[in-house]
DNA sequence: CGTGCCGGGTT
DNA sequence: AACCCGGCACG
């Protein structure tokens, strides 16, 4: 769209450098705005293009820092302070990140890529500015620097988890357990990407990550491990968990932490099949006792557009126990609403039957054998996706629900 | 009153 | 189709 005409304008003065960024900060208020007027409307829509926009102006910004030679007489104090964070950014994922240097942009991860060159822009307002990046939802102005409240204004999941992303795996899951609470959303969740590959329950923090582990795990790209023909989609899910609840779930010095339970982070080192396998395992293990009692580590996967309604949480092996991944899940989590599935991009999961672990079986949970036949639907008692998402996070029910049909999601 | 969803409308 | 919504029954 614009763009075209915007880096042009760029190329040829520089010295718009500035309204360029002036531009870019508008325009980022702008989505914030929209996406801050949540309440029931098309919210997807404006984080679209507001990813977009953002994507668009990151490679702006790129062009701006690579064309423009910064006069010598204002290197003084931005370029210092730019250093010093570049330096830094780059000696943590030297030091945590030996497999992931990202090159230009690609297409899925130019996200994740363009975070983490963030750190790099001139930007007049240096450090605070690139911090605040990760959420441009919380902050209308990125000049205060403000602490991020709670702010319902949230959008569920920014895409990308945060600017620390593409690091990788190992560091992720750890990344993931020390980063003390990003921003306190109204139950603290936690976005994560797992592995739907058959066998592998590998979690990671970074769609990036995740992406990357894909694509070299499972579909062998190794060489060229910076290509991405976006196949990885199919292949992984956003799920969310509820780092609050759980504690509250435990209601006492829990021996078993969120961190735990998911997935044992030491384990993490490089990629390795057989080592999925472990992880995996764990989490199975863990998982499995505790579910049948309470609930410890709440995640519920969604595959967004949903008639495949709530494909299998599928936590290998343990689904087994589970008569139905929907209807199981939402009976022991009740009031705090723990859990939400992401729709991470309108793939489909062709990896998992998806038909089959649904319907059927179904009869053991649900309501008591009910011999009317009723004129009227009885209305079933499960909480739909309204319910369980909410009028805020309409994006995320199921289609049916959302055109006001019978939930395809939650049956009952 | 909120929710689930039928029936019917629009794109 | 895909999408949206008025309106009604149910709780």
Redesign the pocket.
């Given at each position: 769209m614009t763009f075209t005409f915007q880096s042009e304008d760029l190329k040829r003065d520089s010295s718009k450098k500035l309204s360029q960024q002036h531009l870019f900060s508008l325009a980022m208020e702008e989505d914030v705005k929209t996406a801050d007027t949540k309440k029931p409307n098309?919210v997807l829509d404006h984080e679209k293009e507001n990813t977009r926009s953002v994507c668009l102006l990151e490679q702006k910004r790129k062009v701006v820092s690579s064309n423009i030679d910064v006069p010598p007489a204002r290197k003084s104090s931005e370029e210092l302070d730019m250093d010093k964070v570049t330096a830094a950014m780059v000696l943590t994922s030297l030091s945590t990140s030996p497999l992931v240097r990202s090159p230009p942009v690609r297409p899925n991860e130019g996200l994740s890529g363009s975070w983490k060159e963030g750190g790099c822009v001139p930007s007049s307002s240096s450090s605070s500015g690139y911090w605040s990046w990760s959420a441009p939802s919380d902050q209308s102005n990125p000049s205060t620097p403000s602490p991020p409240l709670s702010a319902d204004s949230f959008k569920p999941f920014r895409t990308q988890a945060q600017p620390d992303d593409g690091i990788d795996e190992s560091e992720a899951s750890n990344l993931l357990f020390d980063e003390p609470i990003p921003r306190k959303r109204k139950n603290s969740m936690k976005v994560m990407f797992k592995c739907l590959w058959k066998n592998c329950g590998k979690v990671l923090s970074t769609a990036a990550g995740i992406q990357k582990h894909i694509r070299t795990i499972h579909l062998g790209r190794v060489g060229d491990s910076d290509y991405s023909d976006g196949e990885e989609d199919f292949y992984y899910t956003e799920i969310k968990l509820n780092t609050d609840s759980v504690a509250d779930g435990l209601g006492s010095p829990a021996p078993v932490s969120p961190s735990q339970s998911l997935a044992s982070p030491s384990t993490f080192s490089t990629s390795d099949s057989s080592r999925t396998e472990t992880c995996a395992k764990t989490e199975t293990k863990l998982m499995t006792p505790l579910s049948r009692s309470a609930p410890t580590t709440l995640y519920l996967v969604h595959t967004d557009h949903a008639y495949q309604a709530t494909p299998p949480v599928t936590i290998p092996g343990s689904a087994k126990f589970t008569p139905n991944g929907s209807s199981f899940s939402i009976s022991w989590q009740s009031p705090p609403v723990t859990f939400t599935g992401i729709p991470v991009s309108p793939t489909h999961n062709h990896l998992m039957g998806t038909g089959e672990q649904r319907q059927h079986t179904h009869t053991v949970l649900s309501s008591p054998p009910r011999g009317t036949v009723?004129?009227?639907?009885?209305?079933?008692?499960?909480?739909?996706?309204?319910?369980v998402y909410?009028?805020e996070n309409r994006d995320m029910w199921c289609?049916?629900?959302?055109?006001?049909?019978?939930?395809q999601r939650f049956t009952?």
């Open positions: 098309r009723s004129l009227r639907k009885p209305r079933g008692e499960g909480k739909k996706c309204r319910k909410g009028m289609t049916a629900c959302r055109w006001k049909k019978a939930c009952d």
